[in-house]
């Protein structure tokens, strides 16, 4: 089977969007694992969506390098998820931290929850907490897979299966990009997955404490996080520019914008 290097300046897909979509979840990890060389990087919150992709990875002995990235400020039922994860599956999960340099010059200009005072005070929390762990978790890593589901909110209606990620210059893989969270309970349920126990207490969405409530019936999946904020778009950063594989066939070279 044919396998596609990423390289500094083109990237290019392991399978194209059609195929990719006659696959069961767990093909579709063990499919790309196949024909991706270099790391893949699976980033897990532990949330409902993640667990039903990990458990397809650890079932099947995938190596793909799942890891965590701890904010510090997460609730204790995601601690006790994590762990239970590891039980579960006998495995020991990468948890990245904040840089504590950055973290203790964050806290010191805008104090422990700073964050609150601006959208420009919480994206620089985030920034300190979330993006720049990630951007060393993939440092060096050929693809990125996450649990983003398309029907999640408006931000994330035009996720696709397989895109390029400019800024981390991997292909990022979203393998749930399709299902509902109907049909991610349910087999989270049929395989008796570990899940966040706050999911049964209206948490749809879980991220870090502070910054996260449970929602009223009615309201969008998303809408308890930053609830204080009047955007719309309300991400952490994690998920930036993309430019979607839609048109790519599996194996065409897809030049990275510079930016
Ligand atoms: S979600 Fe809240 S606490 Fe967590 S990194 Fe972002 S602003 Fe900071």
Redesign the pocket.
């Known amino acids: 089977m044919a396998a596609y290097l990423a390289t500094t300046d083109e990237l290019a897909l392991p399978l194209g969007e059609a195929e990719f979509a006659r696959l069961d979840l767990p093909n579709r990890l063990a499919v790309l694992r196949a024909r991706t060389s270099g790391r893949i990087v699976f980033t897990t919150s532990f949330g409902i969506e993640d667990q039903a992709v990990g458990h397809a990875i650890f079932t099947q002995g995938l190596p793909i390098d799942v890891v965590t990235l701890d ?1 510090g ?1 997460l609730f204790p039922q995601t601690y006790d998820v994590w762990a239970e994860t590891e039980r579960r599956y006998g495995a020991t999960i990468r948890a990245l931290y904040p840089d504590h340099r950055r973290l203790e010059t964050l806290i010191a200009e805008q104090g422990i929850d700073g ?1 609150r005072n601006s959208v420009a005070a ?1 994206q620089a ?2 920034g300190v ?2 993006v720049e762990p990630l951007r060393r978790a993939l440092a060096g890593a050929a693809a990125w897979i996450t649990g983003l589901r398309a029907d999640q909110s408006h931000a994330r209606a035009q996720t696709h299966f397989l895109a390029i990620d400019s800024v981390h210059r991997v292909i990022k893989v979203s393998p749930l990009a399709d299902w509902s969270r109907e049909r991610v309970a349910a087999y989270v349920k049929a395989e008796s997955i570990p899940y966040n126990v706050l999911h049964d207490q209206g948490f749809l969405s879980i ?2 404490a ?2 996260t409530r449970a929602v009223k019936p009615g309201e969008p999946e998303r809408a308890g996080r930053w609830w204080w904020e009047r955007e719309e778009k309300k991400e ?1 950063g994690l998920h930036g520019r993309l430019a979607p594989s839609v048109a790519s066939p599996a194996g065409a070279p897809i030049p990275l914008r510079k930016d």
């Open positions: 904010t400020r964050f919480r929390c985030c907490r979330k991220g870090c502070p910054c952490c």
